[in-house]
């Protein structure tokens, strides 16, 4: 089966000779729910903007779903949709019609627009301002709207920038839910986000990009696998006036009722809760104190910054 | 992309630039008929009165065909100009570049629309310009088609200038500095035999003179340069004109980074 994404030997050098992308090979398979993770001009955007024929790259190949975006390219546009991280629409045009135009440029006649339309504004709570100028949405909504146009042509990959910058919480929330339906459609989604709670909640593979290369590419549950140990805070019912001391187990006071305990990976969480009730301190609830993917995500870069200046 | 699907792509521009200048036509189609309505009045009825004739026609009748033809360069030039640099200013031209839409459609879409308003207001003028002036049409097929040429030309040198544009200012400096004395030295309110002979051969190396005077002779009958050299002219500048602007397309000319 063709990868739905295939990137070999991608060199990006801006005027100025920046050089944003550093001979970067990449493979995303069909079905994929793949993040695209790295600091602020890593190169994510400078990659998402190659995929979609918005960057011009310096050399290297970039084929989707075994279509060449050189040779093919007009294959290879029609099975990506892609939101970018700014707004890039008519804000004087309404959504309705920026759907409806956006399906035509693909080719699709206007009644079948006109239906795909309404049923991307719909799901995505658009519906009801789909005649209101564009300007008039809130961010929020913007967002949603970015979203339903890039899916008017029914891509097969889908790739989102960013898109839940600036987003509530609970609207940051059914996005995912929105997200997780066309995944289990079988759209193919490359995600780069910010939000590594995100990646962690939605995507089964990563790349972590820094400095125009690859530094890490997995799955995210074997990238988790690396994270040595975690920090766990625990809610107590005695009120402790020191911090307890259990061999094994670097143990913080926060306060009166609560404990920060580092675990390594091959200790047991049993041997601990043991511990704690030998002294007896009853545990109420426990929760990791910081996000997994993000501790680990500044571990790998920082690991790789320090790289950079050994050489 | 199939014929069936480019077809479907150049109406949808096409039709999306038509509806943006209907949108706003106060800003678009209203200011030209009111400049246009103002000429007439003055350099055709009240000027105009005591100029008397001009070569062998009423000064009204002169001017009529000029102010036509002036309406349809600018407003066709100004169309894309703005449409476009519009589009790239708004980052919205990447939902096109993102699109299989052939480049050559993009160009073709654009152009074409830009030429609805630029003849739009042409006819309306040409409507308005019955209430001051009686003119018959010498020859439909001269006078339909170099309008259709020179719409078609300022289009495409619109689209030039939008593609090369980094700000509003560089929108305007063209239309603001080349377009409006090309047009007005151009023969629209005088004939190049009033200049003495040096000045008549300048005037000669304006290409507005020959859209301008080719456009009378399809309304009155009368020129002062040969009509085959203004569709000749006219003819090859938009030919390379149109290769220009497609090859920043392909390029993607300060459209892709």
């Known amino acids: 089966m063709q990868p739905a994404l295939a990137i070999s030997q991608l060199n990006k050098t801006y005027e100025g000779d920046f050089q944003a992308l550093k001979g970067i090979s990449l493979e995303v398979q069909p079905g994929d729910f793949f993040a695209l993770l790295g600091p602020n001009g890593a190169g994510k955007s400078t990659t998402i903007g190659i995929i979609c024929s918005l960057v011009l790259k310096t050399s290297g190949r970039v084929s989707i779903f075994g279509c060449d975006i050189d040779t093919d390219f007009s294959q290879a546009k029609q099975y990506v949709g892609v939101v970018p991280q700014e707004f890039n629409f008519n804000q004087f045009e309404k959504p309705i019609d920026i759907l409806i135009n956006q399906a035509g440029y693909f080719g699709i006649p206007r009644e079948i627009a006109a239906e795909r339309a309404e049923k991307y504004l719909r799901q995505l709570g658009l519906w009801d301002k789909s005649h209101v100028p564009s300007r008039t949405l809130s961010g929020g909504m913007k967002r949603r709207l970015m979203i339903a146009r890039a899916l008017i042509h029914e891509p097969k990959l889908l790739v989102l920038d960013e898109p839940t910058a600036g987003v509530d919480i609970e609207l940051r929330r059914s996005m995912w839910e929105f997200l997780r339906e066309i995944n289990a459609q079988g759209t193919t989604i490359i995600l780069t986000t910010h939000y590594l709670e995100e990646a962690e909640s939605l995507c089964r593979n990563v790349a972590i990009i820094d400095h125009g290369q690859i530094i890490q590419n997995t799955s995210i549950r074997e990238l988790l696998q690396q994270l040595n140990k975690e920090l766990f805070v625990l809610d107590v019912r005695e009120q402790l006036s020191e911090c307890p001391s259990i061999e094994g187990y670097p143990i913080t006071l926060v306060d009166g009722h609560s404990l920060e305990v580092e675990v390594e990976k091959s200790q047991s969480i049993n041997a601990l809760f043991g511990a704690l009730s030998q002294a007896g301190i009853h545990v109420l609830s426990m929760r990791n104190k910081t996000n997994r993917l993000e501790e680990l995500f500044f571990d790998l870069v920082e690991k790789n910054l320090s790289g950079d200046k050994n050489d | ?257």
Not at chain 2, 130 to 140: E, G, K, R, T
Not at chain 2, 169 to 184: G, Q
Not at chain 2, 236 to 242: G, H, I, K, N, P
């Open chain 2, 1 to 257: 992309m199939t014929k069936r699907e480019k077809w479907i792509a150049f109406e949808t521009i096409v039709r999306r630039e038509i509806q943006r200048f209907l949108r706003i036509w106060p800003q678009t189609l209203l200011p030209p008929v009111i400049t246009i309505v103002l000429y007439f009045v003055i350099f055709g009825t009240l000027i105009g009165s005591r100029i008397g004739e001009m070569s062998g026609l009423p000064y009204i009748q002169f001017v009529a065909p000029g102010l036509i033809m002036m309406s349809v360069i600018t407003n066709s030039y100004s169309n894309v100009v703005s449409s476009f640099f519009g589009s790239k200013f708004q980052r919205n031209i990447e939902e096109l570049l993102v699109s299989p839409t052939p480049n050559w459609i993009i160009l073709l879409g654009f152009v074409i629309g830009s030429m609805c308003r630029g003849l739009g207001v042409g006819l309306i003028v040409t409507v308005l310009s019955l209430y001051f002036a009686d003119f018959s049409i010498h020859s439909l097929p001269i006078t339909v088609g170099i309008v259709l040429m020179t719409s078609l030309m300022f289009s495409l040198a619109g689209l030039i200038n939008a593609v090369f544009a980094r700000n509003f200012d560089d929108i305007s400096i063209i239309p603001t500095f080349v377009l409006t004395p090309l047009t007005y030295l151009g023969g629209v309110f005088y004939s190049i035999e009033l200049l003495g002979d040096f000045w008549s051969k300048v005037s000669m190396i304006n290409p507005v003179l020959y859209m301008v005077n080719a456009f009378r002779y399809g309304i009155a009958g009368i020129s002062d340069i040969p009509v085959y050299w203004a569709f000749t002219m006219v003819g090859l500048f938009s030919v390379v004109l149109f290769f220009v602007a497609l090859n920043l397309l392909e390029k993607g000319s300060r459209l892709r980074s």
